[in-house]
């Protein structure tokens, strides 16, 4: 069935380092969405790329969505404490799975002060 | 946040015990899903719903049901909740095509 893979699946790194996370999808997405998730707390959306090869930036997130429309990545610049929780992207699904949304099963970032 | 409630927040049941999880919406969705979150697994569909009395099921639907009488509401129930549906369940509003909005979740225990 369609699937959405993400690595690494745990990363640590020490404040003010950067940190990437992959997401690779086993079809062609008509869009990838991405959230984060803190400890404790529920999903939150932070943004939807639809474009081919398309990247967008938020601060110090910068998101890109591959050329095939089949890959992604989140990379954070300079870490911050406040970047800490499980960031996770999600792909709309197609035939059985139309109508919902395939989750990764995510990133957790743990950061050093 | 989106307006969306979840009920209880918290619950401890023993094996065996019908359940009913309750999500709420103020944001008059058409769609609205109710996902499980285990570690290692991340969110995973149970069920979700594209209208009144429209529903379908997800990845993980066995031991679930679902019902929406009302745009606002979705109910999740365990008709008899297993040691393996302990887990935190969310709910959420939006399209698969767009973003969704998640509720708060809520901690199920079953003993």
């Known amino acids: 069935g369609q699937q959405v893979m993400q690595i690494p699946q745990y990363q640590h790194v020490q404040e003010g380092e950067d940190f990437t996370t992959y997401c690779n999808s086993s079809t062609t997405l008509s869009n990838i969405q991405w959230y984060k998730q803190r400890p404790g707390g529920h999903p939150v959306f932070l943004i939807q790329?639809?474009?081919?090869?398309e990247v967008k930036k938020q601060k110090r997130l910068t998101f890109q969505f591959g050329e095939a429309k089949k890959n992604s990545s989140l990379h954070i610049t300079a870490t911050q404490t406040t970047d800490v929780g499980t960031y996770f992207c999600?792909?709309?699904?197609?035939?059985?799975?139309?109508?919902?949304?395939?989750f990764g099963k995510g990133t957790k970032l743990s950061v050093k002060p | 946040d989106a307006g969306i409630t979840q009920s209880p927040r918290h619950k401890v049941t023993e094996t065996g015990t019908p359940v009913t999880l309750r999500c709420h919406q103020t944001?008059?969705?058409?769609?609205m899903y109710w996902y499980r979150q285990d570690p290692g697994h991340g969110l995973r569909l149970i069920h979700y719903?594209?209208?009144?009395?429209?529903?379908d099921k997800g990845e993980v639907s066995d031991g679930y049901s679902v019902s929406r009488s009302k745009t606002e509401d979705f109910l999740l129930t365990l008709e008899s909740a297993t040691s393996s549906q302990t887990s935190v369940y969310f709910c959420?509003?939006?399209?698969?095509?767009?973003?969704?909005?998640f509720g708060p979740g809520t901690r199920l225990t079953v003993t």
């Open positions: 719903s594209y209208g009144v009395k429209d529903t």
């Open positions: 944001e008059n969705h058409r769609y």
């Open positions: 790329l639809v474009k081919s090869g």
């Open positions: 999600a792909g709309p699904g197609y035939g059985g799975s139309q109508g919902n949304l395939i």
């Open positions: 959420a509003i939006g399209s698969y095509l767009y973003e969704q909005y």
